[in-house]
């Protein structure tokens, strides 16, 4: 399991919002489970073989970076 904390739960929410369309090229042999709990985004693997695994996590963690540069690019989400 992964946690990532962020500056506030908006923030987090936007993350998960932005990694939930991203699913697992390959059907079978891993799943991924993403929540937010407060301002920490969740990530749960369950994979057959490290292989697969090793890549949804690179993965995963290029759009997470991707993310969190875009963020800090443009500042603080407006409050809604």
Known sequence: MLEVPFPS????SIAVQSLFPDRE?????????LSVSANVLSVKWTAEEARILRVSVGSFLDHLALIMETMDAFGPPLQQ
Do not use: L, S, V
Not at 9 to 12: G, K, V
Not at 25 to 33: E, F, L, S, V, Y
């Open 9 to 12: 739960q908006r923030e987090a």
């Open 25 to 33: 090229p390959r059907k079978g042999g891993i799943t991924k489970t």
